[in-house]
């Protein structure tokens, strides 16, 4: 199972000041809304920014991760088989939609699943092929 780490979202105060930070700070460029915020990009990895909700207990900081996937009911069996176990969420196979299914690790940390990724993320930093001939020289 072959998995790359192409999202992470965070809880912030404020999602417009928190863009305009990574922007100005960074170099992140805005790639969407998102539904309580907005997505950032910078290139490579998706960034949601997303209003935290008090009053639901949550606290600005890190969320959850998300990883970008090859086979999703292999990579569940492969979570569930390493002790880790279904949050919520479900895949939608269109294929002009993100969609994103939800699990917790072992200690419980969120992290989400997707064959589709993420608006300003990209699967392959380095060509497949590319990097398969780097390992083999």
Do not use: C
């Not at 920014?49 to 292999?74: I, S, Y």
């Amino acid at each position: 199972m072959v998995a790359r780490m192409r999202h992470i979202a965070l809880l912030v105060t404020d999602p417009e000041k928190s863009a305009q930070f990574y922007e100005n700070t960074l170099g992140f460029k805005r790639a969407g809304k998102a539904g309580r915020g907005l997505y950032m990009t910078d290139g490579t990895i998706n960034m949601a920014l997303l209003q935290a909700r008090p009053e639901k207990g949550e606290k600005a900081g890190l969320f959850h991760f998300g990883m970008w996937v090859d086979d999703l009911d292999q990579s569940e069996k492969a979570v569930e088989g390493a002790g880790g176990s279904y949050f919520m969420g479900r895949e939608d196979r269109n294929p002009n939609t993100f969609y994103e299914v939800k699990f917790r690790d072992p200690d419980g940390i969120v992290f989400d699943m997707t064959p589709t990724g993420w608006r300003g993320a990209v699967k392959e930093v380095v060509p497949a092929d590319a990097a398969s001939k780097e390992a083999a020289e």
